[in-house]
T-cell receptor, first 113, second 115 residues
Framework: GDSVTQMEGPVTLSEEAFLTINCTYTATGYPSLFWYVQYPGEGLQLLLKATKADDKGSNKGFEATYRKETTSFHLEKGSVQVSDSAVYFC????????????FGAGTRLAVHP | ETGVTQSPTHLIKTRGQQVTLRCSSQSGHNTVSWYQQALGQGPQFIFQYYREEENGRGNFPPRFSGLQFPNYSSELNVNALELDDSALYLCASQDKQVAVPDTQYFGPGTRLTVL
């Protein structure tokens, strides 16, 4: 079935370090791909998305490129801040039908000054 | 701020009881989805309602049921609570009429603890 696999956390970085969080997916159709962020005590916020192969989603310095050949959607940021500390979820939605999101298990990021 | 609110924030129930969780969608959004997020896991899709009818369901038993009302509010009902139902319950709303239907707006969630 359709699924998303993320790298396990926690990921611990110093401020201004480079961030990569790996995400790969398995899907029967042509999914849209998403990254959501969850800050402590809050719900999910959409961070970025890509709807077709080779699309690059970007927001707040974060980027991810939809790679169909490797079925990946890795999240990157060039210089993280303490305020980026949160749990990051990769998700997919299969085209057609209702708007069901399939999430990975999440990756916790902790950024230290 | 997504405009999606949920109540209550926290809830404690005992095994076998019934619970109702509430969600108020963003104004104008005619679609609401409910997700269950167990501790340390990603959200799992429970079901979706569109114009007051269920139009999609995940792998959850019938004791999980829902309602959607014309005023953009909705409910998630869980009967015969089990310990494994302890989780954060998230609702998400969207407007199927907009040009970009993929964006779902999540509420802050209700933390349910079953003892």
């Amino acid at each position: 079935g359709d699924s998303v696999t993320q790298m396990e956390g926690p990921v611990t970085l110093s401020e201004e370090a480079f961030l990569t969080i790996n995400c790969t997916y398995t899907a029967t159709g042509y999914p849209s791909l998403f990254w959501y962020v969850q800050y402590p005590g809050e719900g999910l916020q959409l961070l970025l998305k890509a709807t077709k192969a080779d699309d690059k989603g970007s927001n707040k310095g974060f980027e991810a490129t939809y790679r169909k050949e490797t079925t990946s959607f890795h999240l990157e940021k060039g210089s993280v801040q303490v305020s980026d500390s949160a749990v990051y979820f990769c998700a997919l939605r299969i085209a057609g039908g209702y708007n069901k999101l399939i999430f990975g298990a999440g990756t916790r990021l902790a950024v230290h000054p | 701020e997504t405009g999606v609110t949920q109540s209550p924030t926290h809830l404690i129930k005992t095994r076998g009881q019934q619970v109702t969780l509430r969600c108020s969608s963003q104004s104008g959004h005619n679609t609401v989805s409910w997700y269950q997020q167990a501790l340390g896991q990603g959200p799992q899709f429970i079901f979706q309602y569109y114009r007051e009818e269920e139009n999609g369901r995940g792998n959850f038993p019938p004791r999980f049921s829902g309602l959607q009302f014309p005023n953009y509010s909705s409910e998630l009902n869980v009967n015969a609570l089990e310990l494994d139902d302890s989780a954060l319950y998230l609702c998400a709303s969207q407007d199927k009429q907009v040009a970009v239907p993929d964006t779902q707006y999540f509420g802050p969630g209700t933390r349910l603890t079953v003892l």
